[in-house]
């Protein structure tokens, strides 16, 4: 179990480091193309030869490489050109305020999906079951952003009942979380349930239900006991997973609301050529989606017996 | 037997009917069942596959699933109408009253819950005053009263850290816990390897004497049924076709079905060459497909056209006295005595040079070990002895079967042979070329089509994408037997002649093919190029016993007529007996014993063929046989016992000198070889395992 | 390629020589068996004719603006005799112009924008697809069935590259390359062929061990042989349904990088790119965002639709 948490925990580590090493090969590689980003596209060679010169972008990409990783592990990210600021000031607010609407959504959308995707696949082609599988169908073919316009134009422009954006300008407001949470939701929950349901379906299916109604349990206990917790065994990586879908997901939704979270930040720092700005915000992204897919790996080894005993 | 008039039965089902239901139709899957259970009687249902038997017992369950649904009958449990009961009422019978153990007892336990709790589950939810203490207490002791030793450790562990044949006995303590009156068996022993198996099936035996439990015990195997039921019932398409006790089944079967099936069964008296096994021809109607009249007349040769196939047919008394029943309008009509004809014998075939021979042969797989300990100590890489020391000789027109049960190497052997793998010792030679380290790719064209294969799995050996016919063809082109594109079509076409399957299932798709059909096209297809040698890879063992003899025969056949070597890969002593020249006894990957069929099959034995000798079930009373039951599970390939591998359940053992010297081989005049400790005076001294009563 | 029609129908034992016009009918009857399945290919044939016919269908050229019906909702009619610029130069409105699904922020007809739209959502989306598949349907063979290093290397570059966020992958990609059709392309393929890659992987692992791939290699087959015509054929099951709600996804791909602003090039009509015009006048004349979303949303329905009731059928059998 140690081994496989060291080697899970370092195979993690090699790929924040694979990826970081990419990611700045990409954005780096090609200094001339960053001159230009920065000092516009009618700047003359000798005004972008010295803007490289002075920030140091003429060394070796290797040297600039571990320099920027030396100070990317101290929590130096840069500046951004952007903002005119530390990357780092503006990237920790924008990184909470995600976290925020992670944690609301979260918090909703998991009990409900995990709910309907077992009632569903208690029974299995029930009236139920049928209508929570086309609801969810429905719900994952919308994208966030139909959804947003969409909810936008019921609640806001129709009902009049909730504000049009999100940006917090008086302060945190609970009134202004729901439409970005709920955009979140919908998309979402319903990949969670069908995953949900259709691993409760084929549990409830195989032999040891069988065993478990034919020893004369009560129903309850064959689904409390016997179902749910192999049932939620395959889910569970789904749901960590989804931190990564959420993550995308945050980007058109922060976007749309004007919500000032990480995800709006990351597309106005690459609508706007924020070099350092994108490297940072990337490996942030990076860091949270391999650390989860860890937290996965290991937690579904840990929840299924067996392969924790072998 | 022993049910008297005045004791009620357990169970009593009358004119039971249950149908499936699909989109297209309904398919009635049982059809008017009766059957009548005492108490303390073990009642055999034994039948093919799709037959109903299955559906029978998940019917006195009454847990029938979405699609099936009891059409009429009652089934009275202890004269209470289960057709009335609410859900209340079945579950207090369910797990109480009546118990039931499966086919996989892998999958029939929750694989996340720990035995002991799983057990405990039983009287806790059955008997109200129950308590924890005193649930633990008795499924300790359950655990005991099936003789699986460390009850405690077994208790505390999961389902996947205990072997099969511990995990059956695991299912049936949890049946036996609430001291049911009627125990359900449902082919409780077909996952298991055969000398796991008879420790299985003595222990169902025991229990039913110790604890006077009524059993309803359904399986395929008439010789399982033979050793441990009072009276059994035959099905066939849905139907019950004879129904007696159990030794008049098997000494005065009346239905020509169930004679047929005898005719089918390898028992000790048949022999390929001098008694053949006489299959059934035809196959088993589908259930929607079923001929109007007696099910089985177009399969039957007492068919009498106008009577059977007209009206529906009763099941009807024929020995009142004796309890046996015949569901056939000409039972008494018959003379069996004309009847067994139509099988002829022939001498046994020429046996010619050496074709394959193998010295030594070794094939080991290394097996990287990541724990902390192991990567410390330096050992992170073991070998798995897959093959060891393997030597023996194959000649022309030969069989030679290569016997074991599971992990005994023989399927490794067969992949080194046909050149999927290379062997890492020793020296495999074939015509005297030596390919032992020649994978496919590095040998002839000429080689490759001189050794073929026939595999195992009827519902994997085919492409199912693709036509039998392209299949077969592909063969042919890819083997430059023929490149004309009209040739090629022609060589198809006889070889499903030869196969004896009408030549327009060259445009079928396998899916279309029953399982012994898709044997007969994987057989067509591994003679396709003419082979010298062909391995057959356990190529029966998933088929019914009718399409057994059936696809068993054809092989035979061909082989004869091409004077093909053929290595019969198999785990069942009773089909190797029947077919084979010479025998290779395997365990663990080394070789016990070799030689004749004759030989390996009378003493002098080696204590394992011994065992598994015992082990197999016969199907014919006039056989009696020692009762040998292996203790302790199959040990692990990865770590097999030092000294003889055998030694960890041998009943012979000597000492400590078998747990720490690989055994010598005594050699006998023909090549009879056993490796063994025990000196060769002793193992001649044994009695035989098997014995035949004077006819 | 013509032999690996989708066929998991019931068991048609009666039925002889399956020829393409037999095989085709047999995949409407299949259709038949799920009502998920038929509606969802409906919708998708619905924008494919609509996608095809734009010319005929659409009432206005797509980038036709009529001044006086900027942000007019919908069905409204120009007032007659208004001013307004064509390419030959300026007309006058004559009041038969209708609008009937409303007018955007620069005075075009919404309902020919989206009809114009489904044009390179069906041609960029089944493309990115298809390249994705391409190339995942090739790596995932030689790691499912070469295994050792070859698989080791691909598993763990396609995992490192699953561990983006798709979103911001694409963001990063979009920002280096720059913004065309073949960039989008390419980083639409990049970021989906390793899912494709794991899929396929899965199924050969599956697959490889059946009897008729070792009789396959017992008669000296070489791996591409094996690896596309014993195992391919007989993973499309899964992979078409994949396949479906694959496509569905790249099409919110494309909708989400147009609205974001980073998707097609405009003047592209695409559905994401009319939403992302219009989002500054979404509250105050939503028709003109409304309407595209509905577009989109349903066609990606009807393809999750289909995929959901092959997926049906295909365990029924």
Known sequence: MIVFLARRLVFMLLTMLAVSIILFAMLEVNVESIAVRVLGAYSTDTQREIWLEANGYLRPIYVRYIEWLGNFLVGDFGESTRFNTRVADILWPRLGNTGLLALFTFGIMIPISLTLGVFAGMREGSRTDRSITFLSVITTSVPEFASAVLLSFIFVFWLGLLPGTSGFTDGFSLREMILPVMVLIIYDFGYVARMTRASMAEVMQSPYIRTAVLKGLPYRRVVMRHALRNALIAPFTVIVLQINWLLSGVIVVEYFFAYKGFGALLLEAALNNDVDLIQACAMIAVIVAVGTQTIADIGYTYLNPRIRFT | ???????????????????????????????????????????????????????????????????????????????????????????????????????????????????????????????????????????????????????????????????????????????????????????????????????????????????????????????????????????????????????????????????????????????????????????????????????????????????????????????????????????????????????????????????????????????????????????????????????????????????????????????????????????????????????????????????????????????????????????????????????????????????????????????????????????????????????????????????????????????????????????????????????????????????????????????????????????????????????????????????????????????????????????????????????LAELESYEPVIKTAAE | MTDQTFETGPGGAEERRPNALIRGLKILALLRESWMASIGIGIVIFWVLVAILAPVLAPYPYEQQIGPLVNASPGTCAEPDRPYFTDEGMERTTGDECYLLGGDNLGRDILSRIIWGARPILIWAPLATLLAYTAGIFLGLLAGYKRGWLDDILSRVSDIILSFPVLVLYVVLITVVGRSNINILLAVTFASAPGIMRIVRGLVLDLRNRDYVAAAQTRGESSWYIMFVEILPNARGPLIVDACLRLGYTIITLGVLGFLGLGLPPPDPNWGNLIAENRTVALTSPQSVVFPCIAISSLVLGLNMLADGLREISLKD
């Not at chain 2, 097996?367 to 890489?381: E, F, K, N, P």
């Not at chain 2, 399927?411 to 290379?422: D, H, I, R």
């Not at chain 2, 195992?456 to 037997?481: C, E």
């Open chain 2, 1 to 679: 037997m022993n049910g008297t008039a005045s004791t009620e039965p357990v169970l009593q089902i009358d004119g039971l009917n249950i149908s499936y239901f699909t989109r297209a139709a309904e398919i009635p899957a049982v059809i008017d069942f009766n059957l009548t259970v005492a108490p303390g009687e073990a009642v055999g249902v034994v039948g093919e596959s799709g037959c109903g038997k299955s559906t029978v017992a998940m019917a006195i369950m009454r847990y029938m699933g979405s699609a099936g649904r009891i059409m009429d009958g009652s089934i009275r449990f202890k004269g209470r109408d289960m057709m009335e009961m609410s859900d209340e009422e079945l579950r207090d019978l369910r797990g109480s009253e009546i118990a039931m153990v499966y086919q996989e007892p892998m999958a029939a336990l929750n694989p996340s819950m720990k035995i002991g709790r799983q057990l405990m589950e039983v009287p806790l939810f059955h008997e109200p005053g129950c308590t924890e203490d005193d649930a633990r207490r008795r499924a300790a002791e359950m655990l005991a009263n099936v003789r699986l030793p460390d009850a405690e450790r077994v208790m505390e562990a999961y389902p996947h850290q205990i072997s099969g044949g511990q995990q059956q006995r695991v299912v049936i303590a949890m049946a036996l816990l609430s001291n049911p009156s009627l125990l359900l068996l449902d082919e409780p022993t077909t996952a298991l390897d055969v000398t796991v198996e008879a420790g299985i099936v003595q222990l169902i035996a025991d229990i039913s004497r110790q604890f006077g439990t009524a059993m309803v015990y359904i399986s395929h195997n008439l010789g399982l049924i033979l050793e441990t039921c009072d009276r059994v019932a035959v099905m066939y398409s849905g139907e019950v076709v004879e129904e007696a006790p159990v030794a008049d089944i098997f000494d005065r079967p009346q239905h020509p079905y169930t004679r047929g099936l005898f005719g089918c069964i390898p028992t000790p008296g048949r022999d390929k060459n001098a008694r053949p096994l006489k299959p059934i021809r035809g196959r088993l109607p589908l259930p929607h497909q079923r001929p109007p009249g007696c099910n089985f007349w177009p399969r039957c040769d007492h068919f009498e056209g106008g009577r059977c196939d007209t009206q529906s047919i009763p099941l009807e008394v024929s020995d009142d006295t004796r309890g046996h029943s015949v569901r056939c309008l000409r039972w008494n009509e018959i003379d069996w005595s004309l009847a067994n004809t139509g099988v002829e014998s022939r001498p046994p075939p020429e046996v010619g040079e050496v074709v394959l021979q193998a010295d030594e042969m070794q094939k080991y797989y290394p097996v990287h070990d990541r724990s902390l300990a192991a990567i410390l100590s330096g050992r992170s890489v073991r070998y798995v002895k897959a093959n060891e020391d393997i030597s023996f000789v194959a000649r022309k027109g030969q069989t030679v079967a290569i016997v074991g049960e599971s992990g005994c190497g023989k399927s490794t052997f067969a992949k080194v042979l046909m050149g999927l793998e290379t062997a890492t010792g020793g020296k495999l030679s074939f015509n005297d070329d030596d390919i032992t380290t020649k994978v496919i790719a590095d040998r002839k064209t000429r080689q490759v089509r001189s050794l073929q294969m026939v595999f195992q799995n009827p519902n994997d050996t085919l492409n199912p994408s693709m036509t039998v016919g392209g299949q077969i063809a592909r063969v042919i082109r890819k083997f430059g037997v023929e490149t004309d594109r009209a040739k090629v079509q022609e060589r198809v076409l006889s070889l499903l002649d030869l196969v004896k399957l009408p030549r327009d299932f060259a445009k079928r798709r396998p899916r279309q093919l029953s399982g012994g059909q898709k044997q007969r096209v994987g057989i067509a297809r591994a003679f396709a190029g003419n082979p010298a040698v062909v391995v057959a890879d356990e190529p029966v063992s998933a088929l019914d016993v009718s399409v057994q003899a059936a696809v068993t025969g054809l092989l035979m056949d061909i082989q004869r007529e091409f004077e093909t070597t053929l290595l019969f890969i198999s785990h069942d002593m009773g089909v190797v007996r029947y077919l084979a020249d010479r025998v290779v006894v395997m365990y663990l990957g080394q070789i016990m014993e070799q030689g004749t069929t004759d030989e390996v099959f009378e003493p002098p034995y080696h204590p394992y063929t011994e065992a598994l000798l015992s082990a197999v079930p016969i199907a014919d009373t006039s056989v009696e046989k020692k009762n040998i039951v292996l203790e302790g599970p199959l040990p692990s390939v990865l770590d097999p016992p030092k000294g003889c591998p055998f030694n960890t359940r041998c009943p012979r053992k000597l000492g400590a000198i078998c747990e720490t010297e690989r055994p010598a081989v005594h050699k006998t005049v023909n090549g009879h070889a056993i490796a063994c400790h025990i000196p």
